[in-house]
């Protein structure tokens, strides 16, 4: 077991309204149930996309999709080396405060913390088989389970109220995809497994940075997507990344 003192949690929705708040701010259209259905490409250059609610024109096109980047990225004609899983969270009834940090069980594939209004939140492994589903199993949830009864006995007796899945973009060696396409001004950030929502500053800051200026951030140049082409770079020793059961 892994026991981080300074670790913490964020509500995910709240920091994803911030962000938008400050995007809005500083002028950017962020427009919501909006489905992107193509990519518009003329010379080998991106000039925008086709949505649910009309085209786009754009001289720069982003795709940042997590577990949804092999779909999008394939109306460009890009086959990417991605894995669609699911990665499912629980949720218990409130209880009184008996965990006041997060604790990470890395040989049973588990995590749990307690939310501010008493609920355990846990997760664990993810499911087995790609999938773009939105929604987990049963015999996952109960290997999580196990895993956590294992770790914490005491919560046996308690109630899961919820359960979600959420779809993960896994790489082959567990490190992110931050590069231009063979389509000119059409960029791509992907690849970030379960570790995107924590990386999401870094990421965006460096992202941005590609963009902008079309040159690699000094802290980017490794998450080329030729690395997978030409073996160069990978990021771990075995080429498996960090769940080696699944590739």
């Not at 009309?54 to 092999?70: D, E, H, T, W, Y």
């Not at 790609?130 to 770790?151: F, Q």
């Not at 079309?214 to 980017?220: D, L, V, W």
Request: proline share 3%.
């Amino acid at each position: 077991a892994l026991w981080q003192p300074r670790g913490g949690t964020a509500r995910h929705d709240a920091v994803a309204w911030g962000f938008a708040r400050g995007a809005d701010r500083r002028g950017v259209d962020l427009i919501q149930n909006c489905e992107v259905t193509g990519i518009d490409i003329e010379g080998g250059r991106v000039t925008g996309v086709q949505t649910s609610r009309g085209a786009i024109r754009a001289k720069k096109v982003g795709i940042v999709v997590a577990g949804r980047s092999s779909q999008v990225a394939a109306m460009a004609g890009m086959r990417l080396p991605i894995e669609s899983h699911i990665l499912q969270a629980f949720v218990t009834e409130g209880l009184k405060p008996c965990i006041d940090h997060v604790v990470t069980f890395g040989m049973g594939h588990f995590y749990i913390s307690q939310s501010d209004k008493g609920g355990l939140v846990f997760g664990g492994d993810l499911d087995f088989y790609a999938s773009y589903a939105a929604r987990g199993n049963l015999p996952m949830a109960e290997h999580v389970m196990e895993a956590g009864l294992a770790l914490m006995p005491m919560i046996a007796k308690a109630r899961v109220l919820r359960s979600w899945g959420g779809i993960m973009d896994m790489s082959p060696d567990g490190s992110p995809i931050i590069d231009r396409t063979h389509v000119e001004g059409l960029f791509l950030n992907c690849g970030w497994c379960y570790g995107g929502f924590k990386a999401v500053p870094g990421s965006g800051n460096v992202f941005a940075h590609l963009m902008a200026t079309g040159r690699y951030h000094e802290n980017a140049t490794k998450f080329r997507l030729d690395r997978f082409r030409d073996g160069y770079g990978i990021m771990d020793e075995e080429g498996t990344g960090s769940q080696h059961n699944l590739h």
